[in-house]
């Protein structure tokens, strides 16, 4: 696989982070999802969730509510987020349009920005635009997402058509993109390009609806970096493999070699309830592909809100993903993997835990008296082959 190269951009621009570098020659990059969509969402305590997904190895988090007072929820959270912190312009959008009568275009066009302005006051590092979406794109791929496996699955733009439909207006977000973009470079906020008409079914990838709506992100792209901003490129869900590649060397292409983003991705659509291993695959896929950052899939994707547990089991599951393909591409030359092979061999368990991806996972899994002494484990007992000696 010829390696695919990306520009870097940099996300995080308030003082008490530390700012992650995403594309280029930089690891991929994880990132958590999480929100409220209801009343019974409003119980969780988003504070120790982000804690908790940040300590499972998280590099970022994105807000996805469109529920409850977010602004001031919004505000708190970043005072306590020690990683990137990322929204979905769309939504919050979406309940300020829905909250007023008599919509004019000027005043959506005023609330788009507005609502833009807030969250840079608040403190957001990196947010999410769908800009791509418009009436043009709408009809020219008509044909081609009715052939679809599933249509559509993208909730904001489900938000995005309802709001054109009923106001007659293309895509505010569309309209108003280069205002937006130089707002989000003079804050130092990175854009992310959404894909509305991302494949939501392996069958889906890279029809031409899809590839009519990268072809626009191409154009976006432009925009955002004549005024000299930041922007990474979302677009890819459900991919086999072959597919995750060709999506990768076609947008960097296309988006002027932005770093690609991806939303799990899975590589089969029948993992309901595993879909989080079906995703740690896809991420293995996606990191040999170039792909600079995704989206954890849990294992209730498709299906219902994931709780705490959830999330971090998803992280972990990517995290490995991302290590297997690390260790395709330097082959046999990872020290860490032969350290711990070493570990192994030495019955040194303390030492094994030092080196897993998950250390408290091992020492939890095993006896303490099993953890202090190097005792053999319990599968083998006496008959350990790892005290014979040849």
């Known amino acids: 696989m010829n390696k695919i190269h990306s520009r870097t951009i940099t996300i995080g621009r308030r003082k008490n982070i530390k700012p992650i570098l995403v594309g280029g020659n930089n690891p991929l990059r994880i ?21 908790a997904v940040t300590e499972a190895g998280a ?44 919509l004019s275009k000027e005043k959506i066009d005023y609330l788009t ?22 009436h043009d794109l709408i009809e020219k791929t008509a044909r081609s997402r009715s052939k679809r496996a599933i249509p559509g699955a993208s909730r ?21 993109f280069e205002k937006i ?21 392996i069958f889906d990838t890279l029809d031409a609806a899809h590839l009519a709506e990268i072809k626009h992100q191409g154009y976006l792209t432009s925009i955002v970096h004549e005024v000299g ?15 995750i590649e060709k999506y990768s060397r076609l947008v960097t292409k296309i988006c002027e070699k932005a770093p690609v983003t991806a939303l799990g991705p899975l590589p089969i659509d029948v993992a309901v309830g595993m879909d989080h291993i079906a ?35 998803a992280v972990r599951a990517a995290k490995i993903g991302a290590y297997t393909a690390h260790v395709m591409k330097i082959g046999k030359k990872s020290e860490r993997d032969l350290a711990m092979s070493r570990a192994r061999s030495s019955l040194n368990w303390k030492r094994q835990s030092e080196l897993a991806l998950f250390g408290e996972t091992l020492k939890n899994c095993m006896g303490n008296d099993q953890y202090k002494n190097g005792k053999s484990c319990s599968i083998c007992g006496a008959q350990c082959p790892l005290r014979i000696k040849y």
Request: charge should be negative.
């Open 156 to 176: 904001a733009a489900g938000m995005l058509v309802r709001l054109m439909k009923s106001a007659g207006i293309d895509n505010p977000l569309n309209s108003n």
């Open 59 to 102: 590099d970022a988090v994105q807000e996805l509510s469109t529920f409850g007072e977010l602004g001031k929820t919004r505000t708190d959270l970043l005072k306590e987020t020690k990683i990137p912190y990322g929204t979905v312009l769309t939504f919050e959008l979406f309940m300020r349009w829905s909250k007023e009568r008599n």
């Open 113 to 134: 920005l507005k609502v833009l302005e807030e969250q840079i006051e608040q403190g957001i590092d990196y947010t999410t635009v769908h800009a791509s979406l418009t």
């Open 229 to 243: 901003g930041e922007v990474m490129i979302e677009g890819l869900g459900h991919a086999v493999p072959s597919d």
């Open 31 to 51: 990132v958590v999802p999480f929100g409220s969509s209801g009343p019974e969402d409003l119980n969780v305590n988003l504070n120790a969730f982000i804690k």
């Open 181 to 201: 973009a130089r707002m989000c470079h003079d804050a130092k906020v990175a854009i992310s390009l959404g894909a509305p008409f991302r494949s939501a079914a």
């Open 279 to 313: 995703a740690a695959i896809g991420v293995c896929f996606a990191s040999l592909a170039g792909i600079s950052l995704v989206n954890v899939i849990t294992r209730k994707e498709h299906f219902a809100m994931p709780d705490v547990y959830d999330m971090v089991e």
